[in-house]
């Protein structure tokens, strides 16, 4: 069975240090993964997918996720925070064809000035 | 402009009065989904679909019903809402067969109160 898990609910990071939310997953087959973010009172923007190919994934507001397939891993990273990009971040993953999507738990980020 | 668009945006209702929440989507995708959003669970599945007359429970099924007639239409049904039904609900769409790659498309949230 499939299965995503984002084991911090919250990351504090002062702004302009580097960022990491992390996520693990669990699939059989080649895994598709993705990360979305939530701001208050919105429904989730996509950010970035791993399909193939390269392990570091470039997605939008300068974010990049690394792949790691020996550790089963696909975390988030930031070289820079920014105070706006405080949310809510979740991750995904698929496997195979007409497959369902399966979220991890969710985790805060928190950027202080 | 593609577009999942969920109606209501907010709803407060009383026990076991049936309720729809509405999902349309233009962009032909076969994969369509309800999520229930509650603090500190995350998202969790409440029913997804393939295509048109295929659906399937996901992790939160129980006290939902969902029908899929017609491909951009999804919508989810309480036939009697109870107080725990009281979340944030959020329909998505992806592309289906052939295309595990593709992201999910979320609408914007119906918040619903069930006192």
């Known amino acids: 069975a499939q299965s995503v898990a984002q084991p911090e609910d919250q990351v504090n990071v002062a702004e302009g240090n580097p960022l990491t939310v992390k996520c693990t997953y669990s699939?059989?087959?080649?895994?598709?993964l993705f990360w979305y973010v939530q701001y208050p009172n919105r429904g989730l923007q996509f950010l970035l997918k791993?399909?193939?190919?390269?392990?570091l994934v470039k997605g939008s507001y300068g974010f990049e996720a690394e792949f790691n397939k020996s550790q089963t891993s696909f975390h988030l990273k930031k070289p820079s925070a920014l105070v706006s990009d405080s949310a809510l971040y979740f991750c995904?993953?698929?496997?195979?064809?007409?497959?369902?999507?399966?979220f991890g738990s969710g985790t805060r980020l928190s950027i202080r000035p | 402009e593609a577009q999942v668009t969920q109606n209501p945006r907010y709803l407060i209702t009383v026990t076991g009065k049936k309720l729809t929440v509405t999902c349309s989507q233009n962009?032909?995708?076969?994969?369509m989904s309800w999520y229930r959003q509650d603090p500190g669970l995350g998202l969790r599945q409440i029913y997804y679909?393939?295509?048109?007359?295929?659906?399937d429970k996901g992790d939160v099924p129980e006290g939902y019903k969902v029908s899929r007639k017609e491909k951009r239409n999804f919508p989810l049904i309480l036939e009697s809402p109870s107080p725990n039904q009281t979340s944030l609900y959020f329909c998505?769409?992806?592309?289906?067969?052939?295309?595990?790659?593709?992201?999910?498309?979320f609408g914007q949230g119906t918040r619903l109160t069930v006192v």
């Open positions: 962009m032909n995708h076969e994969y």
């Open positions: 995904a993953v698929r496997s195979g064809s007409a497959s369902k999507i399966i």
């Open positions: 699939v059989s087959g080649n895994p598709y």
């Open positions: 679909s393939m295509n048109v007359e295929v659906t």
């Open positions: 998505a769409t992806a592309r289906g067969q052939g295309g595990p790659s593709s992201e999910a498309f």
């Open positions: 791993y399909i193939t190919g390269d392990n």
